[in-house]
């Protein structure tokens, strides 16, 4: 079992940047893909970045692409979402989510096995 408790949410202007954090429980951290979606009221979650190792990269949705960064440090079992010139329509709660097998691409949330509570990111116009 694993545990997910996300950090880093909250308002920001237009064009701001936000950083968002994910602590993991469990000494397999390294071994699942980690995966950032968001939320919006009366919507399913969509999928936003994910990763499988470090320094390897990150796969994006190609509204973030350019704007948002993922990293991973498996030694501290966190993951991270650098969120830069953040726009209004980025507003949503933001979920941290992994998934026990390395595979890059996997964007189907069905497909994550953990997820954490969520954290809200708010962008004002």
């Known amino acids: 079992q694993v545990q997910l408790v996300e950090s880093g949410g909250g308002l920001v202007q237009a064009g701001g940047s936000l950083r968002l954090s994910c602590t993991a429980s469990?000494?397999?951290?390294?071994?699942?893909?980690m995966a950032w979606f968001r939320q919006v009221p009366g919507k399913e979650h969509k999928f936003v970045a994910s990763?499988?190792?470090?320094?390897?990269?990150?796969y994006y949705a190609d509204s973030v692409k350019g704007r948002f960064t993922i990293s991973r440090d498996n030694a501290k079992n966190t993951v991270n979402l650098q969120m830069n010139n953040l726009k209004p329509e980025d507003t949503a709660v933001y979920y941290c989510?992994?998934?026990?097998?390395?595979?890059?691409?996997?964007?189907?949330?069905?497909?994550?096995?953990?997820w954490g509570q969520g954290t809200q990111v708010t962008v004002s116009s």
């Open positions: 989510a992994a998934r026990e097998v390395l595979q890059s691409r996997v964007v189907n949330s069905s497909q994550y096995d953990y």
């Open positions: 469990g000494r397999t951290f390294s071994r699942y893909t």
């Open positions: 990763i499988t190792w470090s320094p390897g990269g990150g």
